[in-house]
Nanobody, 123 residues
Framework: QVQLVESGGGLVQPGESLRLSCAAS????????MGWYRQAPGKQRELVAV???????NYADSLKGRFTISRDNTKNTVYLQMDNLKPEDTAVYYC?????????????????WGQGTRVTVSS
């Protein structure tokens, strides 16, 4: 089993930045890809970005250039740097981890999920 704990969410104004962290524990050697998804009220969960163990990344097209995913394998932690935040970025952000190869975008292909951290962008 793998446990994922997110942190770093909060309330920010438009144009500001936040960095989310997700720390993995447990059977961490089984983890290949890790990533971030988000879910806004009344909407489906959607891809933000995913990253493989060797640093390969996959982003939602609409977020490229503003969001950056990174991973520190020595700390079993994945980060999401979010810049120039907009009100439409308001959502609960979930960390996910996968045991299989690759960094697919479908959330159903991820085996473990964190509890989520809320990000609110509002003036």
């Amino acid at each position: 089993q793998v446990q994922l704990v997110e942190s770093g969410g909060g309330l920010v104004q438009p144009g500001e930045s936040l960095r989310l962290s997700c720390a993995a524990s447990g059977d961490i050697f089984s983890i290949q890809a890790m990533g971030w998804y988000r879910q806004a009220p009344g909407k489906q969960r959607e891809l933000v970005a995913v990253i493989t163990a060797d640093g390969g990344t996959n982003y939602a097209d609409s977020l490229k250039g503003r969001f950056t995913i990174s991973r520190d394998n020595t700390k079993n932690t994945v980060y999401l740097q979010m810049d120039n935040l907009k009100p439409e970025d308001t959502a609960v952000y979930y960390c996910a981890a996968r045991q299989g190869p690759g960094a697919p975008t479908l959330p159903t292909l991820y085996d473990y999920w964190g509890q989520g951290t809320r990000v609110t962008v509002s003036s």
